[in-house]
Nanobody, 126 residues
Framework: QVQLVESGGGLVQAGASLKLSCAAS????????MAWFRQAPGKEREFVAA?????????NYADSVKGRFTISRDNAKNTVYLQMDSLKPEDTAVYYC??????????????????WGQGTQVTVSS
């Protein structure tokens, strides 16, 4: 099992950057594929980015964030990151970190992940 704790959210102006962190506790973090999802008020949880286990050689991004957001992981620190640049008001949401034990695959559906953090709020003002 793995426990996830997100941090790094906040209130920023449009065009600014934020870097979210997700610290994982538990064993064998390296074997988990990791992802970020977000949920705005009144909307369903949506996929943001995912990265495969081990070296993280496979990555996938939602079209809405491609070119602006970057997912990365530091297995030595048991942490996954989401670098968010050129933020827009429509990026405002609670951002969740998710994990699933898998042999190198990545998934974009929240139904495929069985470990979740508590979320961190990101608010982008216009």
């Amino acid at each position: 099992q793995v426990q996830l704790v997100e941090s790094g959210g906040g209130l920023v102006q449009a065009g600014a950057s934020l870097k979210l962190s997700c610290a994982a506790s538990g064993r064998n973090f390296i074997g988990y594929s990791m992802a970020w999802f977000r949920q705005a008020p009144g909307k369903e949880r949506e996929f943001v980015a995912a990265m495969s286990s081990w070296s993280g050689g496979m990555r996938n991004y939602a079209d809405s964030v491609k070119g602006r957001f970057t997912i990365s992981r530091d297995n030595a620190k048991n942490t996954v990151y989401l670098q968010m640049d050129s933020l827009k008001p429509e990026d405002t949401a609670v951002y969740y970190c998710a994990a699933v034990w898998t042999s190198g695959r990545i998934y974009s559906s929240h139904r495929d992940y069985n470990y979740w953090g508590q979320g961190t709020q990101v608010t982008v003002s216009s």
